[in-house]
């Protein structure tokens, strides 16, 4: 059920008030807000292999799980994948465009397979379809040759400074009731996101004895419905790592990487954990948490090469999504994402990165802009302070999977946090132009246009002044 709160819509004088005395406590004391809507904290549950949203299309080899992504760096490419169980059948994809539904196009790609202990997948198909015109409406089908499907996509702008572009924010989704609610939300938000911004955790099959990878399926399945018509850019969590020496299972990433494919090369990465991508007005960077960051690892060297080439002039807003979060007040996972913060955010400063978003906490919480750069080890510094060429971190991995929201927060709030909550929900990023981005996050248990926290970003490049919502 999801019971109404009181406070965005249906707006109560006597909570308006309220939250009006907790509005200026924060900045009489110039902490962030803590949401004093508590959620009664119950069980997340699975829903069942037999839920309506797991179930497999009718017909012989019917394609499955079908889901895409950006396949190239400019977004004039999509990586088609899906599953096939009965037999190998056609990796060609057939697509057109709205305006010239006559003539059909025709793209070959690859298929996989994987064993993981002992699961054996079925037949996984990766088709890149390239050379796409921008802002048009494709049709596409799979399944050539036995039962086909057919789905659609619309490419994004023309990469530039002032096309607007509305991402949506999904993370740690798992595949519960409260996933399905999230998801639905998310879908029948009147801000209709284009792509979605995955920060990483998807299936939570490892939580099953043997990391029992059926749940990938079931989760692919689930998410179809979004993802086989608009592009979600993966990040991989700790989630996808599924790594189980008990069972013989010891290469990480193995049914994470045979199942979701992303444009790395197109980048110049060298593995699919760290890349980059341009669309519309957003250059996003993904990194990656669970791979080697320190200094001369593979990734760091990337990065290194990576910032100094984006042109803030085509892609204004600069976007790096990581899985585990650089700053976070709850008691869950604090702390976590240190190491990989000291190594890298002197570049993100000095390369002055608009947003960084994060999962990894089921929570949702959204910093001031703030670097704790200055410290030393010696000199004492070690407080996170105010810093307008900083970035905003916010943790959006409150997507609802089995392990439930992350309801203990360290107390007294930080300075450096803005605003903190434990509910399920998803964000929605909307870039207007190069100066501004409109940012929503929407709770579960409100209604699909309330936004439990808002926030207008001024980009970093052209127009630097204060956005935050406090002092500190
Ligand atoms: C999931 O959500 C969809 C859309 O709201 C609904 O049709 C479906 O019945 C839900 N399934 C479950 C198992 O909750
Ligand atoms: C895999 O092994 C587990 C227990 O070891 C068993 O419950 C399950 O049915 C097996 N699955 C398959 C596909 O054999
Ligand atoms: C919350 O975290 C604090 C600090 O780690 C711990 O002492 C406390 O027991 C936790 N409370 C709950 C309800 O988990
Ligand atoms: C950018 O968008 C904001 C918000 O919609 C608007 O107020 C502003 O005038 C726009 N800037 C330009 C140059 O159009
Ligand atoms: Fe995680």
Redesign the pocket.
């Known amino acids: 059920m999801d019971a109404p709160r009181t406070r965005s819509s249906s707006f109560s004088p006597i909570f308006a008030g309220l939250l009006g005395l907790i509005f200026n406590a924060a900045v009489l004391c110039s902490g962030g807000i803590t949401s004093s809507f508590v959620r009664v904290s119950q069980k997340s549950v699975d829903m069942p292999l037999d839920a309506d949203v797991f179930r497999v299309p009718p017909g012989y080899n019917a394609p499955q799980q079908v889901h895409i992504t950006q396949g190239d760096h400019e977004g004039k490419a999509v990586i088609v994948s899906w599953v096939t169980v009965d037999e190998r059948g056609s990796n060609t994809v057939l697509y057109w465009s709205e305006k010239n539904s006559t003539k059909k196009l025709k793209a070959k790609g690859m298929v996989t397979k994987y064993k993981f202990y002992n699961y054996t997948s079925g037949y996984i198909h990766h088709t890149t379809i390239k050379n796409l015109q921008h802002n048009t409406k494709y049709y596409y089908e799979v399944g050539i040759g036995h039962t086909t499907r057919t789905f659609w996509f619309v490419t994004p702008p023309e990469v530039g400074p002032d096309v607007p572009y509305t991402f949506g924010l999904i993370g740690d989704l798992g595949q519960t009731f409260d996933s399905n609610r999230t998801l639905t939300h998310y879908q029948s938000n009147p801000s209709k996101g284009q792509a979605v911004l995955y920060v990483g955790d998807l299936s939570y099959a490892d939580d099953y004895p043997n990391h029992d990878n059926v749940r990938w399926d079931t989760w692919a399945r689930f998410v179809e419905r979004s993802v086989a018509y608009q592009p979600w850019i993966w990040t991989a969590g700790n989630h996808e790592i599924d790594f189980a020496p008990e069972i013989g299972e010891t290469k990480p990433f193995k049914p994470f990487t045979h199942r979701y494919h992303v444009p790395y090369n197109a980048s110049d990465s060298t593995a699919p954990f760290w890349y980059s991508i341009k669309r519309g007005p957003a250059y996003v960077i993904v990194l990656a948490s669970y791979s080697a960051y320190g200094k001369y690892t593979p990734q760091n060297l990337w990065l290194q090469e990576e910032l100094p080439k984006v042109n803030r002039s085509e892609t204004p807003w600069l976007i790096v999504l990581m899985h585990c979060p650089w700053y976070n007040s709850y008691?869950n996972h604090?702390m976590e994402g240190e190491t990989m913060r000291v190594v890298y955010e002197p570049w993100f400063v000095q390369y002055k990165v608009d947003l960084v978003f994060a999962g990894h906490v089921h929570a949702y919480e959204r910093s001031e802009r703030i670097s704790n750069i200055a410290y030393n080890i010696v000199n004492g510094l070690c407080s996170p302070v105010s810093d307008l060429s900083a970035p905003v971190y916010i943790t959006i991995g409150d997507g609802g999977n089995i392990e439930g929201l992350a309801?203990?927060?360290?107390e007294p709030q930080p300075k450096y946090s803005a605003y903190r909550e434990a509910s399920f929900g998803h964000a929605i990023l909307d870039i207007k132009n190069r100066t501004h981005a409109r940012f929503g996050w929407h709770c579960n248990q409100d209604g699909n246009a309330a936004e439990a926290d808002s926030m207008w970003f001024y980009n970093r490049h052209w127009h630097p002044v204060d956005d935050s919502s406090a002092k500190l």
Do not use: L, Q, R
């Open positions: 008691v604090y309801t203990n927060m360290t």
